[in-house]
């Protein structure tokens, strides 16, 4: 049973690009979050979701970040037009169900240039 | 802010000795969480104290927790040089959807040979 996968490991960016993190949660989990880390700090929450839903997005920035979690495939964290202030890591986390301890992936460490 | 902190911030020791960390939080919680976090890695779960509990143990590691002061603590016995990473409590509050998990700030706990 595979655990959780995110890709890709590494992504640079340039200032106004396109950047997409894939996340498969475990194999029989429909939950799944997103976090992102600044260097020497903790995970902040962006986004909970559940297959094709939105659970809370209360963490993810209004402009230019969206999250989907499709009936088929994995999740996608898109940001559009990067700025450097959107350089950390990115992690993943899924669950079985809603109250109990999440799995994380190795995250993404997006730079943007 | 309803964010777990952590202290110390750091945490130097010998192979051999104890390592304690601290974490409070502000608001009602479902559980708390203690998670490790090696250098640039993603996080692996410890330990899952649910707010009924007062303690709980998982092989060198013991967790307790106090709702009245909304704090816990983590306490890693005999530690040893591979217990070097960041440990980061983490709550799951009593109001939020699903397992969303409010993370501190962590602890970077270096054990010496």
């Known amino acids: 049973n595979a655990g959780v996968m995110q890709n890709p490991r590494h992504l640079v960016r340039r200032r106004g690009q396109e950047a997409r993190l894939r996340c498969s949660p475990m194999?029989?989990?429909?939950?799944v979050y997103w976090y992102r880390q600044l260097p020497e700090e903790g995970l902040k929450f962006m986004v909970y979701l559940q297959k094709e839903n939105i659970i809370d997005e209360s963490g993810m920035p209004k402009e230019r970040f969206s999250a989907e979690f499709p009936k088929e495939g994995p999740s996608i964290l898109r940001i559009q037009q990067v700025v450097r202030g959107d350089s950390a890591a990115y992690f993943c986390?899924?669950?079985?169900?809603?109250?109990?301890?999440?799995?994380f992936g190795s995250g993404t460490q997006l730079s943007v240039l | 802010s309803q964010q777990g902190e952590e202290d110390p911030q750091a945490l130097s020791i010998q192979e051999g000795e104890n390592a304690t960390m601290n974490c409070s939080y502000k608001?009602?919680?479902?559980?708390l969480q203690w998670y490790r976090q090696n250098s640039g890695r993603g996080l692996v779960h410890l330990i899952l104290?649910?707010?009924?509990?007062r303690e709980k143990h998982s092989g060198r590691l013991r967790v307790t927790l106090d709702t009245s002061k909304k704090s816990s603590s983590l306490l890693i016995t005999a530690s040893r040089a591979a217990d070097t990473a960041s440990y980061f409590c983490a709550t799951a509050f009593a109001k939020a959807a699903g397992n969303k998990l409010t993370f501190g700030g962590g602890t970077r706990v270096l054990v010496k040979p």
């Open positions: 104290i649910r707010s009924n509990e």
């Open positions: 194999k029989g989990h429909s939950h």
């Open positions: 608001t009602s919680i479902n559980n």
């Open positions: 986390a899924s669950s079985h169900n809603s109250n109990e301890k999440l799995f």
